[in-house]
């Protein structure tokens, strides 16, 4: 496939349904997810094992880099009948190698694992004694079989001087609505120290629940429930060409949201689970987090969570966050209880440790991994034939009231606290880096955005559209750049802190990160349903140390 980013708009060239029975909010809006490997055949033909020994089918990943060494991951399939979900396949030596060449003439570091029915015939290698700020390869072996080749780099030492850190960015990847094209770009580029997956990696729906016509079907056909369900979902989508070839290229820091689990999740249950019909909530989010932690390049924090701190220096360190574990329930819109301190987004061991590690970085940047927007969100007096479609996106009611209580707007004592505490602190060069809602954003944050004038930004965020999963324009099946321009400049008008926001593409993220500043250049895809998508330039914001504030920035940086 070919992976070109055409000249941006400036010339930079840069290398409903309405029946009760339609899913609520994002299950209409992010409706779907992954690929199928139900059965040997459910794979595409080169990515079936061989009749005699084992294969490597769903490529190879790293991820969670440090200093001195990084995590490895792979899926080994033993025999044909060893697909995922399927609790078959005998234990398998899985032999794991990193080498400082492609060629793997100079190995570095090297070792054994098992591949076992019980971690679903997953393996991954924490390994440790690299060089820092380093380019290594990495491949598996099984057998007679060997592995793709994978490409990853571990951080700066950490108290080094980095001169500068560049990510790309991603979010939302409903596999039934389009091609992973924007997975393809970022692999391409040779020039990123890792991608920032901010959550909906994949989707829990049954096929079909969204779009009504699919560009390609995933499997299990059904919603997943069961850890059998969660693995299978897993492994089919780890056979799409664009995501493995995103996996062997950079190392990928992930997050989950909460299609990981299913829609709307909180630590209790979720809008998208009837506990009568579909059992247990507590034993699905297990189930859905032991597939996660199989499948993902990620390391498991405490209590088997997400949320965690890496550094890249004396540049930057990256607080991710996990929204989803210990979270109290969304509450109805107009009652009050969003401002409750009895209520939690994060839950208050992990809003202790963000504002710890906050306070005490000495890093010139603090970025935050958010899987759902912080900024506040107000929305006056939209037209009434764009409200509905905002309140499917952003989670609001169709009355229109100001508040998405899926988001840090549903959470608001939460959110108070922690931008007192960076104020009050003067804790600078904060920024949020979010995904969720399929839309991208440049905002000031402000502690508190109803006032006149506003009060001080006490950060910034930028959120990157969705990967495929729709938006405003795939909502309403309209042209793009058409009705989105009177919503947007209506969003606009009515939340002074938004400084752009982008209703219609698709696309991705770059943040590069220098002393200096922190910039966001925003690229967006053709067409998500064409399979060889190109990419090109849209907009770039940044924010400049110390400010706490977004500016645009006239061309992408190279």
Not at 209 to 227: D, F, G, K
Not at 475 to 490: K, M, N, R, Y
Request: net charge negative; aromatic share 8%.
């Amino acid at each position: 496939m070919s992976s070109s980013v055409t000249h941006g708009p400036h010339g930079h060239d840069t290398s409903s349904s309405p029946n009760s029975l339609a899913p609520r909010r994002r299950t209409v809006v992010k409706a779907a997810a992954v690929t199928a490997a139900l059965a040997p055949l459910a794979l595409p033909a080169q990515a079936r094992a061989a009749a005699d020994g084992p294969a490597f089918l769903h490529g190879v990943a790293s991820g969670d880099p440090l200093p001195d060494g990084v995590l490895l991951w792979t899926r080994v399939t033993p025999d044909p009948d060893a697909v995922p979900g399927s609790g078959r396949g005998a234990d398998t030596e899985v032999r794991w190698e990193v080498a400082a060449d492609r060629d793997f003439t100079r190995l570095v570091a090297e070792g054994t694992t098992t591949a076992r029915a019980a971690s679903d015939h997953t393996v991954k290698a924490d390994v440790r004694g690299l060089a820092p700020a380093t380019v290594h390869w990495f491949r598996f072996r099984a057998g007679d079989a060997v592995s793709p080749v994978g490409r990853t780099r571990t951080t700066p030492a950490y108290d080094a001087s980095a001169s500068g850190v560049r990510f790309g960015v991603v979010s939302c990847s409903n596999w039934e609505a389009g091609w992973f094209s924007a997975y393809r770009h970022l692999a391409a580029r040779a020039d990123l120290d890792a991608v920032l997956h901010l959550g909906d990696y994949l989707y829990e729906y049954a096929s079909g629940s969204y779009p009504a016509q699919p560009v390609r079907r995933h499997e299990p056909r059904h919603e997943i429930l069961t850890l059998a369900d969660y693995r299978t979902r897993h492994g089919a989508h780890k056979t799409d060409a664009d995501l493995q070839a995103l996996h062997a290229a950079h190392p990928v820091i992930a997050i989950w949201d909460d299609h990981e689990f299913a829609n709307d999740a909180w630590s209790g249950g979720a809008e998208n689970h009837s506990p009568d019909t579909e059992g247990d909530w507590a034993a699905r989010q297990a189930a859905a987090k032991q597939a996660y932690f199989e499948w993902m390049p990620v390391r498991p924090s405490i209590a088997g969570t997400t949320y965690r701190r890496l550094r890249f220096g004396r540049l930057a360190d990256l607080h991710l966050l996990d929204l989803r574990s210990f979270r109290s329930q969304q509450t109805t819109v107009g009652n009050g209880a969003v401002d409750s301190a009895d209520r939690t987004i994060t839950g208050r061991a992990q809003l202790d440790w963000l504002k710890s590690g906050l306070a005490s970085s000495d890093a010139a940047w603090r970025l935050v991994g958010t899987s759902v927007m912080i900024s506040p969100v107000a929305f006056g007096a939209l037209p009434a034939h764009l409200l509905g479609p905002l309140a499917e996106l952003l989670g609001l009611p169709q009355g229109g009231l100001a508040v998405n209580v899926d988001q840090w707007d549903g959470y608001t004592h939460d959110r108070t606290e922690l931008l007192t505490h960076l104020r009050d602190r003067a804790i600078r060069n904060t920024v949020f880096l979010t995904g969720d809602i399929h839309m991208a954003w440049a905002n000031d944050v402000p502690v508190k955005a109803a006032t006149y004038p506003l009060t001080p930004s006490a950060a910034t965020e930028f959120v990157v559209t969705s990967v495929t999963s729709d938006n405003l324009d795939d909502i309403l099946g309209v042209a793009p750049d058409t009705v989105s321009l009177i919503a947007e400049t209506a969003v606009k008008a009515a939340n002074r802190h938004v400084k752009w926001v982008d209703m219609d593409a698709h696309g991705y993220g770059v943040l590069d990160v220098t002393a200096e500043r922190a910039q966001m250049d925003y690229y967006v895809l053709s067409d998500r349903t064409d399979p060889r998508a190109t990419a090109s330039w849209a907009r770039s914001y940044r924010t400049l140390n110390g400010t706490q504030k977004v500016e645009r920035v006239g061309a992408p940086v190279r």
